[in-house]
């Protein structure tokens, strides 16, 4: 289990097989949980890199207790979503 933070927007959200299931637009501190577009387009994905995207209603809603590890550069789950 993992504590999330806002550092971890734009990080690649991965599976337990390696692959990536989208990139982190928000994170909501005193949920403590992400949110995750399963499909960003190049521009979407380079606003997010920089942290300036925010979550919409077709994002993936990550609770820090489906994370298994966050590192500098994605957060892992155990299974696909």
């Known amino acids: 289990m993992a504590t999330l933070s806002s550092d971890d927007e734009g990080k690649f959200l991965v599976d337990a097989e390696d692959e990536q ?3 982190v637009t928000e994170v909501d ?7 995750v577009d399963p499909d960003p387009g190049i521009g979407e994905a380079w606003l997010q890199g920089f942290g300036y995207g925010d979550a ?5 809603r990550v609770p820090f207790e489906a994370v298994s590890t966050v590192t500098d550069e994605e957060i892992r789950v155990p ?3």
């Open 79 to 81: 299974r696909d979503l």
């Open 56 to 60: 919409d209603e077709d994002d993936i």
């Open 21 to 23: 299931i989208g990139i």
């Open 29 to 35: 501190t005193a949920a403590n949980v992400a949110y």
